[in-house]
C-alpha cells in the first residue's frame, strides 16, 4: 500500500502531527509510521550551500585573483552533526512505498528553504512517481493541523516563496563569501594572514556599535547647572527643580531637557533672587493608563533577560531551547511574533487552568474567575493572525515544571508572568504636578501613585519599586516659603554603549535607519537578522574580536574600527549599511509576488559581488591613493592619510590610526610624530580582545609600547636629573616621574623588591605629580575623584601609601539620608 511521509521542522512539531492524523503510529528513532502515514522531521537546517573548496580544490587558498567566486550551481553539503537524521529521511524519502511527500517545515521562507535543500541533496533530479504537498500550518492547534491536512497546498504554489529563500541563502553566501574572503587578502597583503569576516548582517551590526564609539570620543563634555529647592509649606517640606518653562524642543539642549542652565552666572543668580522668597503654588492631578506589555518573542525576552539578569542573548536561547525541548514547559522560542492566532483562546484558558497549581497559580485563578480571557477574544494586542508568520508568541505550555535550575526559573517565571498580566486590565496612576513659581522662577515637583495595580499585580513588588513617589497635601492658607536653593554643577554625558538589550533592539528596530521608505517597510517585519539569529551575530564578532564585552557592554575593538574604516576607504560601505538587507527584503518580497524573478536577483548580485571584489583590487593596485591631512606639513614634511593610517610624502614614516587594539586621535598621532610619549592608556588591548595598560611612542619611526613593570627603552641617567618628587618611603631613595609611572631611585636600577611604584593611573583616573608629592610627604593625597570601579562604577577617594609602599584607598563618610530618603 502507498504511503504519505510528511516531513515536519522539529520532531515536537512531528509528534503534534501525528496526534491529527486517524490510526495508531508506531514511534522509531527517527519518526513514526502507521498504516497510511510515516511521519518524520529534521532538526532545523540539516544541509546547506558548501564552502568553495567544494566547487573547486583549488579555491582551498585565498587568492585576490581567484575572485570574485560566482557559480552557477551551489553545492550542497549535509553539516556534520545532521548526518543521522538526514540518512534517516534520505531512507525514507527513497521508500517506493512513498508515493506522497508533504513539506511540513515552518510555515515561512525559511522553512521552505529547509525542506527545499533537503530535498535537493537527496534527489539532484526530480523523482518519478513521488508527489510534493505543503501542509501551511500558523497554528499548531489539534483543529488547525487538521484543517490544513485537509487543505494541502501544491508544491508549484510554493515556487515563488523557494525562490525567495534560496536567493536570499545564495546571495548571502556570494557577499559573505567574497567580500570576506577579497578584504581578508587586502589585510594580508604584507605578509601574514589576518581574516577579516564580513557579512551582510554581522557588519551592519558592527556598524552600529562603531558609528556609536565615534560618537562617544568625539564628545565633548559641557558644564551645566541644576538648581534643587527646598520649600516649606507650615510642617510639610518638599523638594523642586527649576525648570525652564518657556524651553522648546529645537533649543540647544539635544536631549530636550528643560532643567539644564548652561551659565555658572545665570544659576547663582536665580538662586540668590529665589532663595527666601514666597512661592505660588498650583497642582494638577490626572488619572492615566498602562496597558500591559504585548507577549514575548525572542528578541523581546532576550533583551529583558539581558537587563534584569545580565544573561547574554545565547544564553538567554540556550535556557529557553532548555524549557521548549527537555522540560517541555514552553511553546517554541525562535519567534519574531508577539501574539496568538486567533483559534487559540480555548488552549489559553487549558493552559490557565493548569497555572493555577503553580507559583503564581493565585493570578491565573483571578483570570479565569473574571472571564478575562474571553473578555480579550477580539484584543489585536493578543490574538492577531496577520501579526504571525512562522510561529506565534511565546508561552507557557500546559506542564507545570519540576527541578529547574536557578536561570531556568527565572526565564520560565519571566514567561508565565508576562502571559498572565497580558490579560489582566491596565494599570491605573494618579500623577499629581506642583509647580512652584518663586520671583518668576518655576520649580516643579511631581508625584505617582499607583491607585489600580491591574497586571502590575502578576509582578509584585517588582512592579511597584520607585512608582510610589507621594505629595503630602499642603496645608490650607499656609504661605509656601521657598527655604533654600542647591547648585548642583554637572557634566553632560556621551551617548550610552550599546549592551545586548539595546543592541537587540536596534537590530531588530533596524529599519528606522534607512531613509528609503519602501525598503524601510520590508525589514519592518525582519530588522537585521532574525531572533533566531541575532545571539548567534553578536557572539560571532566577540569570537572574531570585532567587540569586547566589558560588564554589560558590548565595545568595538580597533579591528572594528579598521573593518568600517576600509569599507569606507572603498567605497564599499554598501556592507556595513542595513539599507544592504532592506533592498533585498524589498526585492525578495516581489520574487513572492511574481513582479521580479529569481534570475534578475542573482544576476544584481553577482553584479554587486563583482563590485565589491573590483572595489577592492583597486585599492591593492593603486595605494597611492592618499589625501594630505589638515595638519601637513608637520616638521617640514608633508603627511598624508589612507584608510587606517597616516603616513609621510616618502612612506618612510608610517603609524596606524589604530595602534595596540586603541584607536588614537589625530592630535596623538601628531603629538607620536613629533616625538611625544602618549600614555599611559588603560584601553590598549591585546589581539585576544584583553585590556593592558601602556605608553606609546616612536622610536626610530617604529611604534613602541612602555609598560608599568618595565624600565626598558628608560632614560635612567636622563631621569634622574630631574627634580625628585619625594622620597620613597620603602627605601629613602628619590622618586621622579617616568612615562608610565612614578618610580623610585632603586626601581630605576631594577631592584623588585625595595623598590617602589606607582602607577600614573589608577583605575582609569590619572595620578598627578601633585598626588603623589602628597602621599610621599603625607602619607595621603587631597579628596581625589572620578576613580572607576572594576564594576564601572565612579567613586571618590583619598590616596594613602604605607611604610612598604602599598597604596590603598580612604572613602569619605557617605551623606547619611533624611526623611523622605533626602541625602542631608
Not at 115 to 125: A, D, L, N, S
Request: glycine letters at 6%; aromatic letters at 8%.
Amino acid at each position: 500500500m502507498p504511503k504519505t511521509l510528511i516531513i515536519a521542522e522539529k520532531p515536537s512539531v512531528a509528534a503534534d502531527i501525528v496526534k491529527a492524523l486517524p490510526g495508531k503510529f508506531d514511534r522509531q528513532k527517527t519518526h513514526f509510521e502507521g498504516s497510511d502515514f510515516i511521519v518524520s522531521y529534521a532538526i532545523g537546517h540539516l544541509v546547506s550551500i558548501g564552502f568553495p573548496e567544494e566547487i573547486d580544490p583549488a579555491l582551498h587558498k585565498w587568492h585576490l585573483d581567484t575572485l570574485p567566486i560566482l557559480p552557477e550551481i551551489f553545492p550542497l553539503t549535509v553539516l556534520p552533526d545532521a548526518k543521522p537524521q538526514f540518512m534517516a529521511l534520505s531512507k525514507l524519502l527513497k521508500r517506493k512505498d512513498v508515493d506522497v511527500i508533504i513539506n511540513a517545515c515552518d510555515a515561512g521562507r525559511e522553512g521552505e528553504l529547509i525542506f527545499k535543500y533537503i530535498f535537493r541533496q537527496i534527489f539532484p533530479t526530480p523523482p518519478t512517481g513521488k508527489t510534493v504537498r505543503r501542509l501551511w500550518l500558523q497554528s499548531m492547534t489539534l483543529d488547525a493541523i487538521k484543517d490544513g491536512l485537509r487543505h494541502l497546498r501544491e508544491d508549484k504554489e510554493m515556487v515563488p516563496l523557494e525562490h525567495a529563500a534560496l536567493c536570499r541563502s545564495e546571495a548571502d553566501w556570494l557577499i559573505g563569501i567574497n567580500a570576506t574572503r577579497a578584504l581578508t587578502c587586502y589585510n594580508s597583503r604584507h605578509g601574514g594572514f589576518s581574516k577579516t569576516p564580513c557579512g551582510r548582517v554581522q557588519t551592519p551590526t558592527l556598524s552600529l556599535l562603531v558609528k556609536r564609539e565615534q560618537e562617544r570620543l568625539a564628545f565633548i563634555p559641557k558644564d551645566y547647572w541644576e538648581l534643587h529647592a527646598q520649600f516649606e509649606c507650615g510642617s510639610v517640606r518638599y523638594q523642586g527643580v527649576w525648570i525652564d518653562a518657556a524651553f522648546k524642543k529645537d533649543q540647544e539642549d539635544p536631549d530636550g531637557n528643560k532643567k539644564r542652565i548652561w551659565e555658572e552666572a545665570r544659576a547663582k543668580a536665580i538662586a540668590e533672587r529665589c532663595a527666601g522668597q514666597p512661592a505660588k503654588v498650583t497642582e494638577e492631578s490626572k488619572k492615566s493608563s498602562q496597558a500591559p506589555s504585548m507577549l514575548y518573542d525572542l528578541t523581546t525576552l532576550q533583551r529583558e533577560a539581558n537587563s534584569r539578569f545580565g544573561f547574554s542573548a545565547k544564553n538567554t536561547l540556550s535556557i529557553a531551547q532548555a524549557l521548549y525541548e527537555q522540560h517541555k514547559l514552553i511553546t517554541y522560542p525562535r519567534t519574531d511574533s508577539s501574539c496568538l492566532p486567533e483559534d487559540y483562546l480555548p488552549q489559553v484558558n487549558e493552559v490557565l487552568a493548569q497555572q493555577q497549581q503553580w507559583q503564581l497559580g493565585r493570578f491565573a485563578a483571578e483570570a479565569l474567575a473574571n472571564g478575562w480571557p474571553d473578555k480579550n477574544r477580539s484584543n489585536k494586542r493578543i490574538f492577531n493572525n496577520k501579526k504571525i508568520s512562522d510561529h506565534f508568541a511565546l508561552i507557557p505550555t500546559v506542564n507545570l515544571p519540576g527541578s529547574l535550575s536557578d536561570a531556568e526559573l527565572k526565564i520560565y517565571q519571566m514567561i508565565v508572568q508576562r502571559f498572565l498580566a497580558v490579560f489582566f486590565p491596565s494599570a491605573v496612576f494618579a500623577q499629581t504636578r506642583r509647580l512652584s513659581v518663586v520671583a518668576g522662577e518655576t520649580f516643579i515637583t511631581e508625584g505617582k501613585i499607583l491607585v489600580e495595580a491591574g497586571w502590575k499585580a502578576v509582578y509584585g513588588a517588582e512592579a511597584a519599586a520607585g512608582e510610589a513617589k507621594t505629595l503630602e497635601p499642603l496645608p490650607k492658607k499656609a504661605a509656601v516659603i521657598c527655604a533654600e536653593i542647591e547648585q548642583k554643577k554637572l557634566v553632560t554625558k556621551p551617548p550610552p554603549r550599546f549592551n545586548e538589550a539595546t543592541l537587540l533592539s536596534a537590530m531588530e528596530h533596524s529599519g528606522k535607519l534607512v531613509e528609503d521608505e519602501e525598503l524601510a517597510e520590508a525589514m519592518k517585519e525582519r530588522g537585521l537578522g532574525t531572533p533566531a539569529t541575532r545571539a548567534a551575530i553578536i557572539e560571532k564578532l566577540l569570537a572574531e574580536t570585532y567587540l569586547v564585552r566589558e560588564l554589560k557592554d558590548l565595545i568595538p575593538t580597533g579591528k572594528a574600527f579598521e573593518l568600517i574604516a576600509l569599507l569606507e576607504a572603498r567605497d564599499i560601505d554598501v556592507l556595513a549599511s542595513p539599507e544592504l538587507t532592506g533592498e533585498w527584503e524589498y526585492k525578495l518580497n516581489q520574487i513572492v509576488k511574481g513582479s521580479m524573478t529569481r534570475a534578475q536577483f542573482m544576476q544584481e548580485i553577482r553584479d554587486q559581488t563583482s563590485k565589491i571584489v573590483g572595489k577592492v583590487k583597486e585599492g591593492t593596485e593603486s595605494e597611492s591613493v592618499r589625501t594630505e591631512v589638515s595638519f601637513s606639513p608637520l616638521d617640514g614634511q608633508r603627511f598624508f592619510e589612507t584608510a587606517n593610517a597616516y603616513e609621510s610624502e616618502d612612506r618612510r614614516l608610517r603609524v596606524r590610526k589604530v595602534l595596540g587594539g586603541r584607536v588614537m586621535s589625530q592630535d596623538e598621532i601628531i603629538r607620536l610624530i613629533k616625538g611625544e610619549t602618549i600614555g599611559p592608556h588603560s584601553d590598549f588591548r591585546s589581539k585576544a580582545g584583553k585590556p593592558f595598560t601602556a605608553s606609546v611612542s616612536l622610536k626610530d619611526g617604529k611604534v613602541t609600547f612602555q609598560f608599568p613593570d618595565s624600565t626598558d627603552n628608560l632614560d635612567v641617567e636622563g631621569i634622574k636629573k630631574q627634580e625628585p618628587l619625594g622620597l620613597s618611603p620603602v627605601d629613602k631613595t628619590p622618586v621622579f616621574e617616568t612615562p608610565m609611572a612614578y618610580l623610585s631611585e632603586s626601581a630605576l636600577s631594577g631592584d623588585q623588591k625595595q623598590g617602589l611604584r606607582i602607577g600614573k593611573t589608577i583605575l582609569e583616573r590619572a595620578i598627578s605629580q601633585e598626588h603623589v608629592r602628597q602621599l610621599l610627604t603625607q602619607g595621603k593625597t587631597e579628596l581625589i575623584n572620578g576613580f572607576i570601579s572594576k564594576k564601572k562604577r565612579p567613586f571618590d577617594a583619598y590616596l594613602l601609601i604605607d611604610a612598604k609602599g602599598k597604596v590603598t584607598f580612604e572613602f569619605p563618610p557617605r551623606k547619611t539620608k533624611g526623611k523622605g530618603g533626602e541625602e542631608e
